[in-house]
């Protein structure tokens, strides 16, 4: 079995900052990519931004230049720092992971989420 604990969301004024953290336990081989998506109220989840190994990043424009993606290998951690937060960056949070169980099957595997609530 997986787990993704996901931490760091909470109440933040606009053109604040947050750090979202997750980390990866149990039953992983290997990871392929990890990432966060987010879902707003009413709306569809979606992609926040992905690290692929070995570095390789990938961000949604309306993220860009804005948070920053992170990935510490030796703890199967994944970071996302969120700055200049607007209030249409409220959402929950989700930590996503793809790779190889330890029984040899590709896998996704994700968190419970994070709120993160932009507001003044």
């Known amino acids: 079995q997986v787990q993704l604990v996901e931490s760091g969301g909470g109440l933040v004024q606009p053109g604040g900052s947050l750090r979202l953290s997750c980390a990866a336990s149990?039953?992983?081989?290997?990871?392929?990519?990890m990432g966060w998506y987010r879902q707003a109220p009413g709306k569809e989840r979606e992609l926040v931004a992905t690290?692929?190994?070995?570095?390789?990043?990938n961000y949604a424009d309306s993220v860009k230049g804005r948070f920053t993606i992170s990935r510490d290998n030796a703890k199967n951690t994944v970071y996302l720092q969120m700055n200049s937060l607007k209030p249409e960056d409220t959402a929950v949070y989700y930590c996503?992971?793809?790779?190889?169980?330890?029984?040899?099957?590709?896998?996704?595997?994700w968190g419970q989420g994070t709120q993160v609530t932009v507001s003044s």
């Open positions: 149990g039953s992983i081989f290997s990871i392929n990519r």
């Open positions: 690290i692929s190994s070995p570095c390789s990043t």
């Open positions: 996503h992971c793809m790779g190889t169980s330890t029984l040899g099957y590709n896998s996704r595997w």
